[in-house]
Every structure is written in C-alpha cells, then in structure tokens.
C-alpha cells in the first residue's frame, strides 16, 4: 500500500499518542491535519463509528494533501484523561475519498459514554466523546436526543450548535439534513429602504456540481468551530435532504430540468461528500449513484425503536410541477410514493413488532398535510408539494398501519419553523409530528410568522407553530415523551442566548399533546 518513500517519511514522525514530535526529514503536508475536528455516529451496544479527515489546507484542493493513502492512528478510552485505552488501531485515509477516516468501533461496553483521538505523525486531533446504546433486552427508564438540521452557513451563525453541545446527558443527537447548502453566494438582501445589506456570511465557490465543489462546502461549513463543538460533544445519527445533491431532488429528477442521467454524476457527487464527511458505517457508501441503505434502524432497550427513512432517493417525481400549490389530481395519484415499497414494508414490518414502549419514525419532509394559507385573500387550500401532503395514497396506507398502535412520534425537519401536531387517520389521531426548526436557515425570524394564525385556524390538528431557531430536545420514558423547542434569541450576529419556548408532552397510549 506503502511506498518506501511514504514509510520513510511516516518512520521520521512521532508514535501514537503521548510521545514528542521529532523533526522530519520531509513533510508530505504543511498545517494542522485535523483542522475540520471530529465526530462519532451511527452507535450500537457495542460501539459506534468514529470520524475525521485530514485537511491542514481545507479551502485547497485534497485539503491540502498529498494524493497518497495514509496510516492514521486512533484510540478509544474509558476516561477522558486516556489513562484507560479499551480499543486502538490504525486506519488508511484515502485520497479517494477525500482522506476521511470512518472506524467502526466494535466490542465495547453498552450504555455507556467513551472518548477517541487520532493521530498522524506527530500530530494529535482534538478529544471527542461518544457514547454506546443500551442493548435491546435492557429496560432504560429513560432517555433523552437532540434533534437538529437546516444549517445555511449564509443565513445565520452557528451558534445554536454551542448550545446543542452543552446539552448534558444526550445519548445521541439525530440530523434530519441540510448539513450543507450547495447555493453559490447569493445576491445581497435589501433592508426596509430598499438598500443593499450584505449576508451574515458568504459561500465560497460555485453552485456545487462536482466532487471538488461539495467538498469544499462542507469544509467551509465544518471550519465553524460551534459546529465541531456539537460534531465531537455527542453522538449522531445523520440522514440527508435535498440540499445535500439540490434543492428539491428526487431520485433522478431535478427541478433545473436537466437530463437525468446528467443529473445523476451530481446526485453520485454529493452523495459522496455526504459520506465522506459523515461518521456513518461503509455500508452507507454510494453503489451506482445513490445510498440504497440509508434507510435502517436503532433500538434503544425496550423503551424505543427508531427507524431513519431516506425520503428522496426512491421519491416519485412532486405533482403539480412542485411549490406551493392548490390541489392537483397528481395528489391523489396511487402511483406515487416518497419512499420505496422496500422501505415502506420494512418501515410497517418494525412498526408492528411491538418490542418497545415507543416508536419513532425520523425522516425529513412534514407528514401532517397542511392547508398552508396564511392570508385571508387565498380561497383555496393550499399544499407544500414537496411534503407527504402530496402523496397522499402512500401517506394514508402507513397512517392507517399506525392506527392502534398510540405509540408513534415522527420527527421531521425542512420546514425551517417549529410544528407541531397531530396525525390523523380519517376520524382518529394515530400519531403525533414533531416538526424541528432550523439551526440557521431562514435567518433570526420571530415568535410567529405573519398569517400564522391563520394557519392555526385553518388546521385544527396543528397545535403550535414558532419561526424562531434552534433545534429540539426530547425526553422519552416509558410513560410520556416530551419535546422542548430550544430556540435561538437571533442568529445574525455571533453570542446568541438559547431558552425554551414550549415544552410539549405526548401521554404514552394517547396521540395527544399537552403544551406549556
């Protein structure tokens, strides 16, 4: 794998971890390797996967690297302090993929947090911690996760990720996606005068098309240090949208019109970068141009069982040409579907297998179908396409599976607003949407959107509805789930202050929400 130069210039480097540099002879790279930090995802009982890239230069091309495969040295403790190290091994970055390194740890203890590190030559990458989930047959009399996405780096600051950081006691944190926004920098704003303001922040590059373009997205995105701080504070459970490939894409369609098997090399690109930059397992690596697995499932004991959807890869094509749109017969069409009828039999297979106090299904578009009018001119009802609303035969068959079950909680992202509200199957609520704001995307916003009252008025199964930004907390036993909307006092200048907006409680059994 090796050359003999290449292990020439390793052997000048200085061991692992607690040993002095000593000077090399010759650097393949100048700068701090891990300057785009570290992170844990996709744990089990036993362990997790463990993540960084090598990128002393992240805004040049390889990150500054040099086109060869790498050893990079890694170590999990039982402390913090790495008195006590329980699993150490070595890794190959490979240029191919970008110099990310993804361990899958295995054979450690459950329910229980550890902390890793990396190292190259004599070079030490921050301290990140993790942590194992109780195994299925245990008992867990609670549990508490973040829930977070939505991230437009031009739009505000990251601050809400320092706070998501210093959330204690957090098993793992779930992003719904929008990690990235593949827009080039947008033209300025305009303030109430009609004079230019310019964006709190700005994308550097292109529209993103290309493997070089989304890589050089998230490594703009990834040198924010409050989102290091939440990527190496807790443990993900990360899934994609849109804006990861573009926006509103679905399988091989693209609202830009072009040709799908175009189309396709950028879909092949972003994902990609999305795994690239992700502490997800290599089972999660694109085959023939998309992630066929994305879709899977955790349990957490008997308390719950989490299944993760992929609500884009396998998507028909949005009717009535997408938008925010009054009905169109597309709507109704018993064709179309958001997931594939692979993940739809898997997804209503784990539903009823009756194993744990709660169900949760985590995926990305909102599932309440709702009338979207806020001002007393629009007469007809109107649809956001790209949301369950318009898939509605598909929709109806998984809520008529839910029906009975009163233990379903969906959470939700994209909307860049808090929401929510009730499930219902014809005449009887069967679950309950928890519909996560954005950590950026949409900018400081307000309390309350204009017209949302009369959204309230109009949907009688929305309960609460806030525009602020943040991202949620949710607290699970086996009596009551309970959500709090964390939200952001502004985002468009640094240091923003975090409270609770609502706290919102689901009774086990009852597909109903209390909100105080």
């Not at 001002?375 to 068959?397: G, H, P, S, V």
């Amino acid at each position: 794998m090796f050359t003999r130069r290449q292990l020439l210039t390793v052997a000048t480097a200085a061991p692992l971890i607690g040993a002095p540099a000593i000077v090399r002879a010759q650097s393949w790279y100048a700068g701090y390797p891990f300057s785009l930090g570290v992170t844990s995802g996709d744990p089990a009982a036993d362990g997790f996967v463990i993540w960084t890239k090598l990128a002393p230069k992240p805004f040049e091309p390889h990150g500054g690297m040099p086109t060869v495969p790498l050893p990079v040295k890694w170590e999990v403790a039982s402390d913090d302090r790495f008195k006590t190290i329980v699993a150490s091994g070595e890794a190959t970055a490979r240029p191919e993929l970008g110099h990310s390194v993804h361990v899958e740890v295995a054979g450690l203890q459950p329910d229980r947090p550890y902390w890793y590190r990396f190292a190259l030559a004599g070079d030490q990458s921050p301290r990140g911690r993790a942590r194992t989930l109780p195994p299925a047959s245990a008992s867990p009399r609670a549990l508490k996760f973040g829930v977070a996405g939505c991230q437009n780096y031009e739009d505000g600051y990251f601050t809400a990720f320092r706070h998501l950081a210093r959330e204690d006691d957090l098993a793992f944190v779930y992003h719904y996606g929008d990690f990235i926004y593949e827009y080039k920098q947008r033209r300025p704003d305009y303030d109430k005068d009609g004079l230019p303001v310019p964006h709190v922040r700005n994308h550097i590059g292109q529209d993103c098309l290309d493997v070089a373009d989304y890589r050089l997205r998230y490594a703009q995105y990834l040198s924010d240090y409050d989102l290091q701080a939440a990527r190496a504070k807790h443990t993900w459970f990360p899934t994609f949208d849109d804006h990861e490939v573009e926006n509103n894409w679905v399988q091989d369609e693209n609202w830009k019109a072009v040709p799908p098997e175009i189309f396709r090399l950028r879909r092949q690109a972003g994902l990609q970068a999305w795994y690239e930059y992700m502490p997800v397992r290599a089972a999660m690596l694109p085959r023939n141009g998309i992630i066929t697995n994305m879709y899977r499932e955790a349990r957490y004991g008997d308390l719950l069982s989490i299944d993760f959807l992929d609500t884009r890869s396998f998507r028909s094509k949005q009717p009535c040409d997408d938008g925010f749109k009054p009905y169109c017969p597309g709507i109704d069409d018993s064709k179309t579907q958001v997931i594939s009828p692979e993940e739809e039999s898997w997804l209503v297979q784990n539903l009823k297998r009756g194993q744990t106090q709660w169900n949760c299904v985590a995926q990305q578009v909102m599932m309440m179908s709702l009338d979207r009018r806020r001002y007393a001119d629009e007469t007809q009802k109107i649809y956001n396409i790209d949301t369950w609303a318009a898939y509605t035969a598909q929709r109806n068959r998984l809520l008529a599976k839910m029906r009975g079950l009163d233990n379903v909680v969906v959470l939700t992202g994209d909307e860049h607003q808090n929401f929510a509200g009730l499930l219902d199957n014809g005449d009887k609520a069967v679950a309950v949407e928890f519909v996560s704001t954005s950590i950026s995307s949409g900018g400081d916003g307000s309390n309350l959107r204009t017209g949302s009252d009369v959204m309230l008025k109009n949907n009688a199964e929305l309960k609460f509805i806030n525009d602020q930004r943040g991202y949620l907390v949710c607290e699970v036993t086996p009596d009551a789930w309970t959500t709090q909307a964390r939200v952001m006092d502004q985002v468009s200048m640094p240091g923003g202050a975090i409270s609770t907006r609502a706290t919102m409680t689901v009774p086990r059994g009852q597909p109903s929400l209390q909100i105080s």
